[in-house]
T-cell receptor, first 114, second 115 residues
Framework: GAGVSQSPRYKVTKRGQDVALRCDPI?????LYWYRQALGQGPEFLTY????????KSGLPNDRFSAERPEGSISTLTIQRTEQRDSAMYRC????????????FGNGTRLTVT | QQQVKQSPQSLIVQKGGISIINCAYE??????FPWYQQFPGKGPALLIA?????SEKKEGRFTISFNKSAKQFSLHIMDSQPGDSATYFC??????????????FGQGTILTVHP
């Protein structure tokens, strides 16, 4: 079946602009996670949802970052007033809501802030 | 407290050899330890995972060894193949809670298996 879909695949934006990154999870997956992965590093947790409820946003770097999942399916990660340090691969993952169900990661959105 | 330290950073192995990657953690609340495999241009994919109630788990050529007292766990790849060449990440989380997918990842190991 279809995996986790993220769009756009690449995004280049100028410093100060807002960007919205989209994630379409695997059908039926209740839990949705956002991670950020710097080049040569492991993914770093940002936030996660069960259904439409944001359960934990402790990994969001600052208040320029926000995420929503209004209907419990597609999620959007928004970065306002982008800065060069925001450049990274942003990955979405989804899973069933059972203990130790594996995360299924998407191929990510490569964000470059110039 | 939340770190997971992974070594080595890179590893070169000959075909048929054994690849060993090590991880150490600090947070004793962690109770779920997965390993992820990542190919270039793709997202990480779960390879194998272990809970701390067992000291070893084997799936095909892949084995996790877990040492709870030392707070260390390792991935062994037997009979390594060129197709195993990828980046491997260890991770940890508290599966007993509701946020088991809130993984803390290691820094990654780039494995190259020469034919």
């Amino acid at each position: 079946g279809a995996g986790v879909s993220q769009s756009p695949r690449y995004k280049v934006t100028k410093r100060g602009q807002d960007v919205a990154l989209r994630c379409d999870p695997i059908s039926g997956h209740v839990s949705l996670y956002w991670y950020r992965q710097a080049l040569g590093q492991g993914p770093e947790f940002l936030t996660y949802f069960n259904y439409e409820a944001q359960q934990d946003k402790s990994g969001l770097p600052n208040d320029r970052f926000s995420a929503e999942r209004p209907e419990g399916s597609i999620s959007t990660l928004t970065i306002q007033r982008t800065e060069q340090r925001d450049s990274a691969m942003y990955r979405c993952a989804s899973s069933r809501r059972t203990a130790a169900s594996p995360l299924h990661f998407g191929n990510g959105t490569r964000l470059t802030v110039t | 407290q939340q770190q997971v330290k992974q070594s080595p950073q890179s590893l070169i192995v000959q075909k048929g050899g054994i690849s060993i990657i090590n991880c150490a953690y600090e947070n004793t609340a962690f109770d779920y330890f997965p390993w992820y495999q990542q190919f270039p241009g793709k997202g990480p994919a779960l390879l194998i995972a272990i809970r701390p109630d067992v000291s070893e788990k084997k799936e095909g050529r892949f084995t996790i060894s877990f040492n709870k007292s030392a707070k260390q766990f390792s991935l062994h790849i037997m009979d390594s193949q060129p197709g195993d060449s990828a980046t491997y990440f260890c991770a940890a989380s508290t599966a007993g809670g509701t946020s088991y997918g809130k993984l803390t990842f290691g820094q990654g190991t780039i494995l190259t298996v020469h034919p």
